[in-house]
Antibody, heavy 125, light 107 residues
Framework: QVQLQQSGPGLVKPSQTLSLSCAIS??????????WNWVRQSPSRGLEWLGRTYYRSKWYNDYAVSVKSRVIINPDTSKNQFSLQLKSVTPEDTAVYYC???????????????WGQGTLVTVSS | DIQMTQSPSSLSASVGDRVTITCQAS??????LNWYQQKPGKAPKLLIY???NLETGVPSRFSGSGSGTDFTFIISSLQPEDIATYYCQQYNNLPWTFGQGTKVEIK
């Protein structure tokens, strides 16, 4: 059974970098049948997909245009986890952040089957 | 980006009622649509994938249908534990996008 455990600070100052990690159990971050995503949720934006990382003989990333200039999602194979870094945050980045495992087959990645517990991140001085 | 529009935004129904939620995509997404349930303070939970396939372990009172731009999610007999917000999500094109949610309450 795949489980995702999130960690990271709940309070970040404006202009600083938001950093969260998502530890994977029951699967490998290097799996060829998964993609590892970050999704956030706020009252103003609803559920918003931020990006993903996945391994298919090499590492790939996709990012939402809305955050592409500020976001990095990295795998950490030594710890079997992946991370989110969001730079230059503003109060608009205040949200609950979730990591999620995407089920993938030969035809593509199709559904968020497993989610982390969520982390409320508040951007405030 | 593909816009997903759900209706209604909220509804109130009695236990045992049939509940219907619709989701409309701003362009053709074939059958590339999922439905999630989210309870307060919890992460979303996958209920339906590929528009009409029931995720393992999900009760059969939940169902989905549709293709192209118009999709329907049904709870055939509302139970007290179904109180939640329901979201559709498309995976036809990146970025994956979600509907704004439908909050289901007991009358």
């Amino acid at each position: 059974q795949v489980q995702l455990q999130q960690s990271g600070p709940g309070l970040v100052k404006p202009s600083q970098t938001l950093s969260l990690s998502c530890a994977i159990s029951g699967d490998s971050v290097s799996s060829n049948s998964a993609a590892w995503n970050w999704v956030r949720q706020s009252p103003s934006r609803g559920l918003e997909w931020l990006g993903r990382t996945y391994y298919r003989s090499k590492w790939y990333n996709d990012y939402a245009v809305s955050v592409k200039s500020r976001v990095i999602i990295n795998p950490d194979t030594s710890k079997n986890q992946f991370s989110l870094q969001l730079k230059s945050v503003t109060p608009e980045d205040t949200a609950v952040y979730y990591c999620a495992r995407d089920y993938c087959s030969r035809t593509g990645c199709t559904r968020f089957q497993v989610w982390g517990q969520g982390t409320l991140v508040t951007v405030s001085s | 980006d593909i816009q997903m529009t759900q209706s209604p935004s909220s509804l109130s129904a009695s236990v045992g009622d049939r509940v219907t939620i619709t989701c409309q995509a701003s362009q053709d997404i074939s059958h590339y649509l999922n439905w999630y349930q989210q309870k307060p303070g919890k992460a979303p939970k996958l209920l339906i994938y590929d528009a009409s396939n029931l995720e393992t372990g999900v009760p059969s009172r939940f169902s989905g249908s549709g293709s192209g731009t118009d999709f329907t999610f049904i709870i055939s007999s509302l139970q007290p534990e179904d109180i939640a917000t329901y979201y559709c999500q498309q995976y036809n094109n990146l970025p994956w996008t979600f509907g704004q949610g439908t909050k289901v309450e007991i009358k």
